[in-house]
């Protein structure tokens, strides 16, 4: 009886969360949060969840500030699609880098498509990051009459979609704001 308890408190102490503690619908980001378990795999931060299109998988994403050698500081968004057994390399997933004035037209994009009415942002708007040869765009779509928007990013092979509900585009907002206020206040000081 000892051993789980302290288990348990040891999770809560540690800011894991179960995935019966977490949920994919959620759109309030919780910067508290250091991880949670997500299926039998745990992930970074408090995730916004997504869909690789052409994989059909659901990836998380994680959000942080960062300052690597050669880019002014940035907010960071990784996607990541998790792998199957047997696999060496994931069928999607990418990277933004955005300075603070990428972060901020970012957010505004993100708010914009969701307070778009249908159709009107289809075509998407492209995504300025700090990487070079990256080519990222944003579009509010309709899937199965569900409102969602699209992450695209073309490569030069090819090209990868990441389908977000509208509720994590919001958690997704809350991390990057959050980020956001992190590289801010580095900056400060």
């Not at 995730?47 to 960071?76: C, I, K, M, W």
């Not at 047997?86 to 901020?104: D, F, I």
């Not at 159709?119 to 080519?135: F, M, N, Y």
């Not at 969602?148 to 991390?175: C, M, P, Q, T």
Request: aromatic share 6%; glycine share 8%; hydrophobic share 40%.
């Amino acid at each position: 009886m000892a051993r789980p308890l302290c288990s348990l408190l040891f999770l809560f102490s540690t800011g894991l969360l179960l995935a019966d503690d977490w949920s994919a619908d959620d759109d309030t980001f919780d910067p508290s949060l250091q991880s949670v378990v997500i299926g039998d795999r745990s992930w970074i931060g408090d995730p916004s969840p997504f869909v690789h299109v052409e994989s059909s998988r659901t990836g998380y994403t994680y959000v942080n500030a960062t300052n690597y050698s050669g880019l002014d500081p940035a907010v960071q968004l990784s996607l990541m699609v998790p792998l199957k057994a047997g696999e060496s390399q994931p069928p999607g997933g990418g990277m933004l880098m955005l300075n603070g004035e990428q972060t901020r037209a970012f957010i505004k994009a993100i708010t914009d498509a969701i307070e778009s009415k249908p159709g009107e942002t289809e075509e998407g708007v492209q995504i300025k990051t700090a990487l070079e040869g990256a080519q990222w765009s944003l579009a509010a779509a309709k899937d199965n009459d569900t409102r969602v928007l699209h992450l695209d990013n073309k490569l030069k092979e090819k090209s990868h979609r990441y389908r977000f509900s509208v509720n994590a585009s919001k958690k997704l907002i809350g991390a990057i704001k959050h980020s956001l206020k992190k590289l801010e206040a580095t900056a400060e000081e």
